[in-house]
């Protein structure tokens, strides 16, 4: 039936004023977010702020957080850049220069501490909160003496090859580079040349590499460390061994540990400039330290509490600090390693490693020698892999080991939160390290904006009962100063269908005059990356518009707990540093409105990952049913948990057969066990075998209702929450048009939703809530139909039914079919303010050189199409007028049966928006427009006779720069330095077609009341 509804607001009761900083990481955590009209900065999304070094004015420091509060912002994570680190592991093109003497101005340094402190006091003044890295570029080292424990291992391998028969008398090769981890003698059985069109030879998610491969005999394989003495010498005779006939020759591996010297930040002398020698460690740069120990983290932890937190620091950073965080982990390693990993190793195992070391040199690690041209294989059945499978799942627990302790001392020490990138680019499983920390951080750069790479990733933090998944957001190689913020939405509207919910921005330079450094601001990445945002950009006091949606979606969305359909199985055992494809790669399980996310069998063993009433992890998602695929490797435990599920009574489809892998070490008996185990579940009733690997047809088949049935021929997302301290549900409706050009891509469907609630529409550009006038209802569901631009999102909320709601006046509007005039734009005007570079390049604080043109429209097109328009940024001014009510109003209201001959209002629709808009009729300014659709209602401000239409228009800076792209310059550095250049990936940005460019419409409407 038909539900015609009243509009008023819900108000929520915020109660008494809550802390800032919660130490709860959880759903249930009580957080200050003020309202959704107006969320508090708890909630609103924060900018990376990038400083060159400690070098920086504070007084600029803390006017660029005074700006960002002015924008929206809920405040900004700190990041000491230093050149990335600063050269070699910089990478080429990004700095090899520094104006200022780094002994003097490093990460650690009294002065970093000045401006450390300044930048926490900035915020205290303007009532925000912030985020810092826990140490320079990435965040993963301090200063420290370069002897001590906790810094990053590595190890290194040499070989020398013996005839069969012969023997070894002599020095290990490589003797001195490090500690003697492991000698290992053997026989290799043959070599291969094996190109990267090969799948064979891996684990989940490795990836095929061409390399010549060697097969050791695994018998052979035999651990003589003992056997070595100290000066190095090694005795080994392999005449009396029984090889085959067809062996290549018997080899000796020595394998050293050794520090590994990473650094995070380079030492003064590393660099080129004026630099000094440091007169003790704080001022040598900072070394990675130790990410498989906690020896490592107390390294980290202790630098922190006794050259930054002190002088009164900790306790102002108490009353205004979020998150300590940390990127992701790109140290470069030939094998990640600890110390004591060997140890572990065999505690967790019940083997030695040390024979198995040779096979391990190659994807088990970053850069350096991590993927040689050639590699060590065993004549096993699976090359080997089960015992790498084995050391991966050691590391993994020892980076659990390192991020606890680092989680843990932040909690405790600074009572704050611990927010980080976790595993990817790592040889080790990210889903299982997930629920670490209390705020894991994803990102939309390497993780490619894809929906399905989100739900893998919120999936472990949602079973953790996170409260927030953030998202280091908005990196696009090549748009430095081009990005436009419709782009940025579509990022942050795919990550909330992933189920994030929370964005720090890449990024915000520091905005003050730095050496060797040309307008328009000092620049991260030597202009590589997008965004460089700030109050060099003409559309800076713009973004308010766009930080108010976002905090609004984020606080809706910060709001209980989130609600899916279908859990999938997903074991990795390492996971690549940039995802392009999808994991489940069907999209049936879409097509048909079910929400899905992965789980690592490791993440079955959280406290929410239990089955009650046929339902897994009730107090988390909630899901209806378990897809294991044939194809998916399983874990020993994860077995267990399984079958503990499956007769539980959770639905569970083995899709394409039942899994027969098994990762890691196991004794025949015991992996026969495991398969008879399995075929046991497959038994089970609620247990489901398919012969197919799209599982969407199944789930329906068995009755199981998605929560959100759509029906449109587009792709249409959503995100459900459920609140249980208000009893209301939330759903992200999103339309994506990932492939379409900006202006295309409407449609139009339905969405049936699993609820009988009142339904609302939260309008997050502008903080309102309506009821939503046309649905129909079954017995468990609400239908209710939508037209969504291309790229276009809202939320509908579903709340209690009330006697307010239902006794409230009831009133509807609708819209004519008709689109009765049209603004006329021959006679409007366009006066450009442009913002062009100063005359003096390197003296930008002043800003750009701004002047104005005047330009007549015939009709709407981009400044590309105007001449002398093609090289421009800046803002835009335009100005028409329209009459009211237009002359064909008279003539279609005499065939109308009302009588009323002039509409009650009207529409103005702009169309989409390249960048940003601000409106105006008649001299009242429209609320904020929703880009992807830049709709209002006028009816209040019209008059009869003329009304006027003003709307400015600001743009990226990047089409100006292009004719300047040669001479820029950031730190000494620039797109067109000799070890730069287009060849590197330095690209000019590509041309923006600024300005208003769709015909805009006025559409008259006439008010029914019922």
Not at 730 to 743: C, E, I, K, S, T
């Amino acid at each position: 039936m038909q539900h015609p509804l009243t509009f008023f607001s819900i108000a929520l009761a915020l109660g008494v004023s809550l802390a800032k900083n919660p130490l709860d990481p959880s759903f249930d955590a009580i957080v200050e977010k003020g309202t959704f009209e107006n969320p508090s900065v708890n909630v609103r999304p924060k900018f990376r702020y990038w400083i060159p070094d400690a070098s920086v004015d504070t007084e600029v420091v803390a006017s660029n957080v005074k700006s960002a509060r002015e924008v929206g912002a809920g405040g900004l994570e700190l990041l000491g850049y230093y050149l990335y680190g600063g050269p070699p592991s910089n990478g080429a093109g990004r700095g090899t220069y520094s104006p200022v003497d780094w002994a003097e101005y490093g990460f650690g340094t009294p002065a970093w501490h000045t401006v450390f402190k300044a930048f926490v006091q900035a915020h205290k003044d303007n009532d925000l909160i912030m985020d810092f890295a826990m140490g320079p570029n990435q965040g993963t080292g301090v200063p420290a003496p370069i002897d001590s424990e906790g810094l990053m291992w590595d190890l290194s391998a040499f070989n020398v090859s013996i005839p069969i028969g012969g023997s070894f008398d002599g020095v290990l090769p490589g003797w001195g580079l490090g500690t003697l981890q492991a000698a290992v003698s053997g026989t290799v059985l043959g070599v291969e040349n094996v190109t990267s069109q090969d799948p064979s030879g891996g684990l989940p998610g490795d990836r095929a590499l061409n390399r010549t491969q060697y097969t050791l005999s695994a018998d052979s394989l035999t651990d003589v460390t003992d056997q070595v003495d100290g000066s190095g010498r090694l005795h080994v005779d392999f005449s009396r061994l029984d090889v085959s006939s067809t062996a290549e020759n018997h080899i000796i591996f020595a394998v050293y540990l050794y520090k590994s010297h990473y650094r995070a930040q380079q030492g003064p002398l590393e660099i080129k400039g004026q630099q000094s020698v440091p007169q003790s460690y704080i001022g040598n740069g900072s070394w990675a330290v130790d990410h498989f120990s906690a020896l490592g983290a107390r390294v980290m932890t202790k630098f922190w509490e006794e050259h930054i937190l002190n002088n009164g620091t900790k306790y102002l950073l108490q009353d205004v600090g979020n998150y300590a965080w940390e990127d992701s982990v790109e140290i470069e390693a030939n094998v990640y390693w600890t110390q004591n990993l060997s140890s572990i190793f065999e505690e967790q195992h019940h083997y030695s490693i040390n024979k198995w070391l040779p096979i391990l040199f190659h994807r088990n690690g970053k850069y350096k020698q991590s993927n040689p041209g050639v590699w060590w294989v065993t004549d096993e059945p699976g090359k080997g892999n089960n015992h790498v499978a084995d050391y991966r799942a050691t590391l993994a627990s020892q980076y659990r080991v390192y991020e606890s302790e680092v989680n843990k001392w932040v909690e405790e020490y600074l009572k704050l939160q611990f927010s980080a990138q976790l595993s990817y680019n790592l040889p080790m499983d990210m889903l299982a390290n997930i629920p670490v920390v209390d705020a894991p951080e994803t990102e939309s750069l390497d993780f490619s904006d894809l929906i399905d790479g989100y739900r893998q990733y919120s999936g472990p933090a949602n079973l953790a009962r996170r409260r927030v998944i953030s998202s280091e957001c908005g990196a696009v190689r090549g748009e430095a100063y081009a990005q436009t913020l419709p782009e940025i939405l579509w990022k942050v509207k795919r990550s909330y269908a992933g189920s994030v919910n929370q964005f720090v921005f890449h990024g915000f330079p520091y905005s003050g005059q730095y050496g060797n450094t040309t307008w328009p601001t000092w620049t991260t990445f030597n202009y590589q990356y997008s965004g460089m945002h700030g109050p060099h950009e003409p559309a800076w006091e713009f973004y308010r518009d766009l930080f108010d949606f976002i905090a609004r979606n984020n606080w809706v969305f910060q709001s209980g707990i989130p609600r899916m359909d279908v859990a999938i199985w997903q074991k990795m055992t390492v996971y690549p540093g940039h995802i392009e494809a999808r994991t489940y790669e069907p999209t049936d399980l879409e097509e048909l409105g079910y929400s899905y996310e992965y789980l690592s069998p490791d993440n079955l063993q959280l406290p929410a990952a239990k089955v009650v009433d046929g339902i897994l992890a009730p107090d988390a998602q909630a899901f209806k049913l378990f897809v294991v695929r044939a194809n998916d490797s399983l874990t020993l435990d994860g077995v267990s948990k399984l079958i503990e599920f499956g007769n539980a009574g959770l639905p569970i489809i083995l899709a394409g057969g039942v899994p027969s892998t098994v990762l890691g070490t196991l004794a025949p008996t015991l992996l026969r066990q495991v398969l008879r185990d399995l075929d046991t579940l497959a038994r089970l009733p609620n247990v489901h075998v398919t012969s197919s690997y799209l599982v969407a047809s199944t789930v329906a088949s068995i009755g199981i209702q998605p929560l959100t049935r759509i029906s449109t021929n587009a792709s249409w997302y959503t995100y459900w929450r459920s609140d249980p301290a208000s009893d209301i549900d939330y759903v992200f409706l999103y339309n994506d048009a990932m492939h379409l050009p900006q202006g295309s891509g409407a449609s139009e469907g339905t969405v049936e939703f699993q609820s009988t609630k009142v339904p609302y529409e939260y309008n997050a550009w502008t903080g309102e809530k309506r009821p939503i006038l046309t649905y129909t209802t079954t017995n468990t569901s609400t239908i209710v139909p939508f037209r969504l631009a291309g790229n276009q999102s809202t939320i509908i909320a579903f709340i209690p039914n009330s006697e307010e709601v239902i006794n409230a006046t009831v009133h509807l509007t609708t819209a004519s079919t008709g689109i009765l005039d049209s603004i006329n734009t021959k006679n409007g005007s366009l006066l450009l303010k442009h913002w062009d570079p100063p005359s003096d390049l390197y003296n930008y604080t002043a800003g750009a050189h701004k002047h104005n043109t005047t330009h007549h429209l015939p009709t709407l097109v981009s400044w590309l199409d105007i001449p002398g328009l093609q090289n421009v940024s800046g803002r835009g001014y335009y100005s028409t007028n329209f009459t009211w009510p237009p002359v064909s109003i008279h003539n279609m209201s005499n065939s109308k049966s009302d009588s009323r001959s002039t509409p009650d209002g009207a529409f103005i629709d702009f169309g989409p928006i390249h960048h940003t808009l601000r409106a105006s009729v008649n001299g009242h300014r429209l609320p904020p427009l929703d880009v992807t659709h830049a709709r209002a209602d006028i009816g209040p401000y019209l008059v009869a006779g003329v009304n006027t239409v003003e709307a400015v228009v600001a743009t990226p800076l990047g089409n100006v720069l292009r004719p300047i792209w040669w001479q820029l310059m950031s730190s000494g550095e620039g797109p067109g330095s000799a070890d730069a250049g287009p060849s590197k990936g330095f690209v000019e940005p590509p041309l923006g077609r600024y300005g208003l460019q769709w015909d805009v419409r006025v559409v008259d409407y006439w008010e029914v009341r019922l």
